[in-house]
């Protein structure tokens, strides 16, 4: 997912909320939310593998369908959060939420914010949080009309003050945060692909870092395109290698202090990805007590 920054003066003066915006975003994830309070919750942490694990997370293991949690990912641009976030919703059966799809989905409909978005990703900043909450409260919007319970979001919060706006509405049960060394991280955004025809992701990296002077080798295999897709791929215009770094420096100055923010609240869930989908879906799984029959089912076929 692209991490995007903060709007000019005048971008964001454009598209800042009103009030009646700002309540109706208010109202929107409250009703999505299934047990809601005025206040946030501490969770007490225990120690996991060395980690600080969420108390919450020993109540989860039960039949994940209708679980309604409100759940965060964080993480670098490109670490996976829409990959892993997508495979949660689906296993919990509640919807996930990209701040990142949004903002493509904006530009693509050509609408009165498109042309602004569009300046701003191709250079890999933030978008502004008035940009950001109003693309959110339209599709909580779409969400409660259909009935939608529960959350996991996915690229918002970016900052400590969208965490705070998030805080003041509702309680989030849990913030994983996941976490890849940073030259897979680099060889992963630079290998993205998506299909010009039918929008499927797939990566043409294959990343095989070796142990070195104590840390553990990484193996990362390419997710090749069925062969209907393979003429059609293209490269996202932001996903070259200075933007790539540029956003990773965005991503350490502006959004490292949201980690800071949840960690003190003994909401967050740090997970180091040990590789690809194979070898992260059931470390991460473990580590949410959580369990996923299809999953087994499919590796014992």
Same mark, same amino acid.
């Given at each position: 997912?692209?991490?995007?920054?903060?709007?000019?003066?005048?971008?964001?003066?454009?598209?800042?909320?009103?009030?009646?915006?700002?309540?109706?975003?208010?109202?929107?994830?409250?009703?999505?939310?299934?047990?809601?309070? *005025?206040?946030? *919750?501490?969770?007490?942490?225990?120690?996991?593998?060395?980690?600080? %694990?969420?108390?919450?997370?020993?109540? &989860?293991?039960?039949?994940?369908?209708?679980?309604?949690?409100?759940?965060?990912?964080?993480?670098?641009?490109?670490?996976?959060?829409?990959?892993?976030?997508?495979? &949660?919703?689906?296993?919990?059966?509640?919807?996930?939420?990209?701040?990142?799809?949004?903002?493509?989905?904006?530009?693509? *409909?050509?609408?009165?914010?498109?042309?602004?978005? %569009?300046?701003?990703?191709?250079?890999?900043? &933030?978008?502004?949080?008035?940009?950001?909450?109003?693309?959110?409260?339209?599709?909580?919007?779409?969400?409660?009309?259909?009935?939608?319970?529960?959350? #996991? &979001?996915?690229?918002?919060?970016?900052?400590?003050?969208?965490?705070?706006?998030?805080?003041?509405?509702?309680? #989030?049960?849990?913030?994983?945060?996941?976490?890849?060394?940073?030259?897979?991280?680099?060889?992963?955004?630079?290998?993205?692909?998506?299909? *010009?025809?039918?929008?499927?992701?797939?990566?043409?990296?294959? #990343?095989?870092?070796?142990?070195?002077?104590?840390?553990?080798?990484?193996?990362?295999?390419?997710?090749?395109?069925?062969?209907?897709?393979?003429?059609?791929?293209?490269?996202?215009?932001?996903?070259?290698?200075?933007?790539?770094?540029?956003?990773?420096?965005?991503?350490?100055?502006?959004?490292?202090?949201?980690?800071?923010?949840?960690?003190?609240?003994? %909401?967050?869930?740090?997970?180091?990805?040990?590789?690809? #989908?194979?070898?992260?879906?059931?470390?991460?799984?473990?580590?949410?007590?959580?369990?996923?029959?299809?999953?087994?089912?499919?590796?014992?076929?």
């Amino acid at each position: 997912m692209a991490v995007f920054s903060r709007c000019s003066t005048a971008a964001t003066a454009a598209a800042k909320p009103t009030a009646a915006a700002a309540a109706t975003f208010s109202y929107l994830i409250r009703a999505l939310s299934p047990s809601f309070s *005025s206040s946030s *919750s501490t969770l007490d942490p225990e120690t996991d593998l060395n980690r600080n %694990k969420p108390a919450a997370l020993g109540v &989860l293991k039960r039949e994940p369908k209708g679980r309604n949690v409100q759940w965060v990912f964080l993480g670098c641009p490109g670490v996976g959060k829409g990959t892993y976030a997508s495979r &949660l919703s689906n296993l919990l059966g509640v919807p996930h939420i990209a701040t990142g799809d949004l903002v493509r989905d904006e530009l693509a *409909s050509s609408g009165s914010l498109s042309s602004q978005l %569009k300046e701003i990703v191709n250079q890999g900043k &933030l978008v502004s949080d008035e940009i950001i909450i109003d693309l959110l409260s339209k599709r909580l919007e779409m969400g409660e009309a259909k009935g939608e319970s529960g959350f #996991i &979001l996915d690229g918002f919060p970016r900052t400590v003050r969208q965490a705070e706006i998030l805080e003041g509405v509702t309680d #989030i049960d849990l913030v994983i945060n996941l976490k890849l060394r940073e030259e897979a991280l680099l060889a992963k955004c630079l290998g993205r692909r998506i299909c *010009s025809e039918c929008g499927g992701n797939y990566n043409v990296a294959s #990343i095989d870092i070796k142990a070195d002077n104590g840390r553990p080798g990484m193996y990362m295999a390419p997710l090749p395109p069925p062969p209907q897709c393979a003429s059609k791929l293209i490269t996202r215009p932001d996903d070259t290698e200075e933007v790539v770094k540029q956003r990773l420096r965005i991503y350490q100055a502006m959004t490292r202090p949201v980690e800071d923010f949840y960690r003190s609240r003994g %909401k967050l869930l740090e997970f180091d990805l040990p590789g690809g #989908i194979p070898e992260s879906w059931s470390k991460l799984l473990r580590a949410l007590n959580l369990e996923d029959h299809d999953d087994k089912q499919s590796a014992a076929a």
